[in-house]
C-alpha cells in the first residue's frame, strides 16, 4: 500500500476515530480536575486500569457483559474520586494554603505516590500478566471498512459521552460555575461560587469518565497493572493542545492526536507507537504552550 493510499484509507480513518474518542472521553476528566483544582493527577490513567480491570472481571468472573457493567463501574469510579477528594485532596489544600505552584508540586507528589500504590496493588491482587477478553467481535462492513462491533460501540459510547457532558458545562449552571472556577478561580469565590462543590464534583465527574473509558478500552486491547501511564501522557497532550477548560477543542486535539497514532503506525511499526506518543507529548509541551485551539480568554 503507497502512503497515498494509507492516508485515504478509510479503515485507519475509523481506527483513528476509536482512539480519539477514547482519548477524548479520558483527558475530559483530567481537564476538569486540573481545571477546577490545579492539580497535576498523574494517576489519571491508573483509574482507567482499574476501570478496565472491573470490565474484565464483570465479564470473565460473572458474564456481564461490559457494556452493561460499564455505567455501575463509572458510578462506582465517581465514588471513588469524591472519597478522594475528601479525605484527601481537600486535607492538601487546607494544609498547604500557599502559592498555586507549591500546591501543583505537592499534588504531583501526592498522585505519583497513588499511581505507584494503584499500579502494585493491582499486579499484587491480579498478577502483572496482561489480560484480556474477546466480546462483541463480529464485523460489520461499511464499503471497504471493516468494522468490529466493539469498536463501533466504544466510538459512540465515548463520543456520546464526550458530547453530553460538554453540552452539560456549556448550559447548566454547574457548568458555568466550572467554568467560572477554570478561568478565574478568585473572581467565582468572589461572586458566591461554592468552588468546595464544584471541586468535588470535578473531581467526581473526572474519575467517573476515567473509569467508563476504561471498561471500553478493555473490550479492545490486553490491560496490565501498568496500562494507565500511557493514556496519562495521552489525556496531558489533548489538555496542552485544546487548551484548559476547552473541552470542545480536547476533542479536536483527542481525534488528531488519534489520527497520529494511527497513521504514523501504520506508516511505520507498532514498536513506534509510544515514541510518537511521547514526541506529540514533548512537541505539544515545547510548541503549543497554550494550546492549539485554545481560547485567548483561557489561562493555563
Excluded at 103 to 108: R, V
Excluded at 218 to 225: C, G, K, N, V
Excluded at 259 to 288: K, Q
Amino acid at each position: 500500500m503507497s502512503i497515498i493510499d494509507t492516508v485515504l484509507s478509510g479503515q485507519l480513518l475509523f481506527a483513528a476515530l476509536v482512539t480519539g474518542s477514547l482519548y477524548a472521553l479520558i483527558a475530559l476528566g483530567l481537564n476538569l480536575v486540573y481545571g477546577t483544582l490545579r492539580m497535576l493527577n498523574v494517576a489519571h490513567g491508573d483509574v482507567v486500569m482499574l476501570g478496565a480491570y472491573g470490565a474484565y472481571w464483570a465479564f470473565t468472573g460473572w458474564g456481564i457483559s461490559p457494556l452493561l457493567a460499564a455505567p455501575a463501574i463509572a458510578a462506582l469510579g465517581a465514588l471513588a474520586g469524591l472519597a478522594v477528594y475528601r479525605g484527601v485532596v481537600r486535607r492538601l489544600f487546607t494544609s498547604t494554603g500557599q502559592t498555586s505552584a507549591r500546591l501543583e508540586g505537592n499534588s504531583l507528589l501526592l498522585f505519583f505516590g497513588l499511581s505507584i500504590i494503584l499500579q502494585n496493588a493491582a499486579a499484587f491482587a491480579f498478577t502483572p500478566n496482561a489480560r484480556g477478553f474477546a466480546y462483541w467481535t463480529e464485523v460489520y462492513h461499511l464499503g471497504n471498512v471493516a468494522m468490529t462491533a466493539n469498536r463501533l460501540a466504544a466510538l459512540v459510547i465515548a463520543g456520546t459521552t464526550c458530547i453530553a457532558v460538554a453540552a452539560l458545562l456549556s448550559r447548566s449552571l454547574l457548568g458555568l460555575s466550572m467554568r467560572a472556577v477554570i478561568e478565574r478561580r478568585e473572581a467565582a469565590t468572589i461572586v458566591g461560587v461554592d468552588v468546595d462543590r464544584v471541586q468535588a464534583i470535578s473531581f467526581a465527574l473526572g474519575f467517573a469518565t476515567a473509569a467508563l473509558a476504561g471498561a471500553l478500552v478493555s473490550m479492545l486491547e490486553q490491560i496490565s497493572p501498568f496500562t494507565g501511564f500511557p493514556f496519562t501522557i495521552a489525556a496531558f497532550i489533548v489538555i496542552i493542545l485544546g487548551g484548559l477548560g476547552n473541552l470542545v477543542a480536547g476533542l479536536g486535539a483527542a481525534l488528531l492526536l488519534g489520527a497520529i497514532e494511527t497513521y504514523g503506525v501504520a506508516l511505520t511499526s507498532a514498536n513506534v507507537r509510544s515514541v510518537l506518543l511521547y514526541g506529540a507529548f514533548v512537541t505539544a509541551l515545547l510548541l503549543f504552550p497554550r494550546g492549539l485551539f485554545a481560547r485567548k480568554s483561557a489561562r493555563a
